[in-house]
């Protein structure tokens, strides 16, 4: 990580492979977050009443027979662009929050330790992920985060919610990220996995009130 950071690797190779792990992983995941989705927005009362009963069935029907190409298009367009844009977003923060710290540090060497850090969750991550998805034939509580020790919570629950923040993978990533930050910064390693963990609990804290909004939404 500390020769990443003082010679930023070539990053264009490393983003299309991370975001080529992340389509793939999209497109294997798909079909089976589309059968989960569909069978609990048909069960959804609530969801019924405030669309409307026609808005409704034609949301359902769309996801019954969705458009040829549609599902390609998401997982190998949609999903990498908003994944570049998200891993970006993310690096300027990193540099913002290290800037609290340290004088020393930039852009580029932020987003390549964040890019090789990254590979922990898209690589090894997804390959556990997607052997659960393909045993289960669900994305229904398939987690590496502690909610794996509340197998029988409704995935909309609180205590559901929190404990998915807490990622085995998400936390092997943010450990090594530290690492680099360190690097980049020229920090103490401590000061480089606190900054790492502090960027991780902004984040986590971003999930929870994103999947609550959701969570209303369907509710």
Do not use: H
């Not at 975001?19 to 989705?37: H, I, Q």
């Not at 019954?64 to 891993?87: C, D, M, Q, S, Y």
């Amino acid at each position: 990580m500390a020769d990443i950071a003082q010679r930023p690797k070539p990053i264009a190779a490393i983003l299309i492979l991370v975001l080529a792990l992340t389509a793939v992983f999209s497109f294997v995941s798909a079909p089976y977050a589309a059968k989960d989705g569909l069978e609990i927005l048909k069960d959804n009362v609530k969801m019924k009443e405030r669309l409307g009963p026609e808005r409704f069935d034609k949301m359902i029907a769309d996801m019954e027979n969705p458009k040829p190409g549609a599902g390609i298009i998401r997982a190998f367009v949609v999903t990498p662009a908003f994944t570049a844009l998200f891993l970006g977003i993310q690096a300027l923060f990193l540099l913002i929050l290290g800037r609290m710290v340290s004088s020393e540090g930039a852009y580029l060497p932020c987003f390549s330790v964040l890019l090789y850090a990254s590979l922990v969750n898209t690589l090894l991550g997804n390959i556990v992920r997607t052997f659960l998805i393909l045993s289960r034939k669900s994305v229904m509580q398939m987690t590496t985060s502690l909610a794996m020790l509340a197998p029988t919570a409704d995935i909309t629950s609180t205590p559901y919610i929190l404990l998915s923040q807490i990622d085995l993978f998400q936390l092997w990533m943010f450990g090594v990220l530290g690492y680099g930050l360190s690097a980049v910064f020229k920090i103490p390693v401590k000061k480089g996995l606190v900054l790492s963990s502090a960027f991780w609990a902004l984040k986590a804290v971003f999930n929870i009130a994103l999947a609550f909004l959701g969570k209303s939404f369907i509710g």
